[in-house]
């Protein structure tokens, strides 16, 4: 490929910030170097395959430093894997940069390997050319064979759960892109989500269904009902909100906690009769987790909470089931 | 992820465009429309895994055909599969588009999936966000355990081959970003460039390198010396011109032929004792294949051509080994 060449040189960029001797995950025959990498998957496996880009502008104000993007270029990634329920094994990625600013690879490739470190995957290879300031990310995981949490597996009778609190990173951004100042500990909502890995990995085998909250809780559910063909009914005051959300909640639920993207927490749904092991998972992980309703036969979703539907409650980014 | 809406929809572009019924390679358990892809590796195989990423005006200018960018985007990274000696398998997509044009996406997934389905890989995930035009694209394949073509397995007396011919590519970028008009024929070279899939495989047990040409001949053979900690001694008058380059060549190797990227073609290392193999396979295929040169133990890069050195041969890319 005729990549124009970067100031630092795109081999400088690949050997002195993302070249590394050592690799947190196993199965990497060869990794960065070569016109591709070799990787070895052990039998027994499914592999689980996902790609998030994040454009400067769009996916994060150009505000946004260096080091919190690389951190959440993978973050996204890794919460579709949590969502899968899938262990983190090897990640491919294409940089675009209009320039080869040596402090800010620095700081961009100290969180990206800041999170990648965390989770035990590996950088094995990918792209580095000259453009608009964009990351895309393709990462690799597996789940024993048959195994993996989809989303079209819910079953009338489920309770839905959600981990963690909604809304802080929706706030965070809105308060952001307005002007106000914001918080540190809300501002981190946005910029630096955790994605669920060891939750997912729980969840094998005890969740019919499972996603990851990234367009907002609603729509989010709603892809659940879609593809399982089926309704829920949940209960709008059980939502866990965000503290940030507390405070502008009012008694009602805020539309941040419903329809905001960003909190990259999961929505599953388990039969009662698993009930004694998600306990389990609860009280062993320490996670929060909430339960929010139950999915119905009927495909509809019905919201319970009078004050609410009043209040002219709508579904952002999906027009198929409606509020009641 | 909160991305923004294109006028179209996410979903619909999805839908329309890249969602497709039937998948051209085996163990697509689950594609487009969970949180990742479900894919089930057989075992017995490593699994081979590049990306590239195209961005408009860099990697290709405006005027390109959207059926020419869909094809290329797929091509290049294919091509790293060659090199490998993979057989592809499965691949994700990251798409940016400033807008969602129906007829521009139309033609591009039309020369996406008329070379997908070509080398039978299946698109199984991705991501479709508002942006500057830049296509990302991360291809999986695999190849017997243990077997993959490297870079870095040179050995002296290694014959050095080169696919097709060289130097079409990059006098047609050179002609057409000059403004000068360009033969269609010669476009093409550009354009459509053929991934060495079937020759890639062929290599397997045979040569004992192998790169393919995107940066020149002249840097890429480069690689392999490098990584290889070997050199070479190569004659330029065996290199094979392409027949638009042949027509400017006046008796001599034009530097589009040594140092122009995008060709596409393989240049590989394959042992004397390995020749008769090597010359079945090129009857079987009926593939071009040229011997260049040989591989020597000195780290050096030799190119024996009078004519050539006199008129100032230079490397581009790359400055560890010197011509004489």
């Known amino acids: ?98 320039e080869a600013n040596e402090d800010w690879l620095s700081e961009f490739s100290r969180g990206l390997f800041e999170i990648a470190d965390q989770f035990g995957i590996s950088l094995v290879g990918g792209d580095t050319v000259k453009g608009p300031l964009s990351i895309g990310i393709h990462v690799l995981g597996r789940v024993p064979e048959g195994m993996a949490l989809r989303r079209d597996g819910a079953k009338p009778g489920d309770k839905i759960y959600v981990s963690g609190n909604l809304g802080g990173a929706a706030l965070a951004l809105k308060r952001g892109s307005s002007g106000h100042s914001v918080d540190k500990d809300l501002q981190k909502k946005l910029d630096y989500p955790e994605p669920r890995i060891d939750l997912g990995r729980r969840l094998l085998g005890v969740a019919n269904s499972c996603i990851d909250i990234s367009d907002g809780l609603l729509a989010d559910l709603c892809h659940i009902l879609e593809v399982s063909s089926k309704g829920a009914e949940i209960l709008a005051k059980s939502i866990p909100l965000s503290e940030f ?53 009927r495909e509809k979703l019905i919201i319970k909470d009078e004050e609410l539907a009043g209040a002219g409650l709508r579904i952002s980014g999906f027009n198929h089931f409606e509020p009641r």
């Not at 690799?23 to 998957?41: C, E, M, N, Q």
């Not at 507390?246 to 990259?264: F, K, R, T």
């Not at 909430?290 to 999915?295: A, F, H, K, L, R």
């Open 245 to 297: 959300c507390q405070e502008i909640a009012q008694g009602s639920v805020p539309d941040c906690a419903l329809n905001g993207g960003d909190d990259y927490e999961l929505c599953f749904t388990v039969p009662k009769e698993k009930s004694d092991e998600l306990n389990k998972i609860i009280s062993d992980s320490g996670i929060q987790i909430t339960c929010i309703g139950e999915i119905s036969g």
């Open 1 to 98: 490929m005729l990549t124009p060449a970067l100031p630092l040189g795109e081999f400088d960029i690949i050997r002195r910030f993302f070249s590394r001797s050592q690799f947190p995950s196993s199965g990497v025959v060869k990794g960065i170097g070569d016109d591709a990498a070799i990787l070895h998957p052990e039998s027994g496996y499914d592999l689980i395959a996902a790609a998030d880009v994040l454009n400067e502008g769009i996916h994060f104000p150009k505000s946004t430093s260096p080091h919190a993007i690389g951190y959440k270029a993978l973050a996204v990634n890794l919460s579709d894997l949590a969502a899968m329920g899938a262990e983190p094994l090897w990640f491919t990625m294409t940089l675009s940069l209009p």
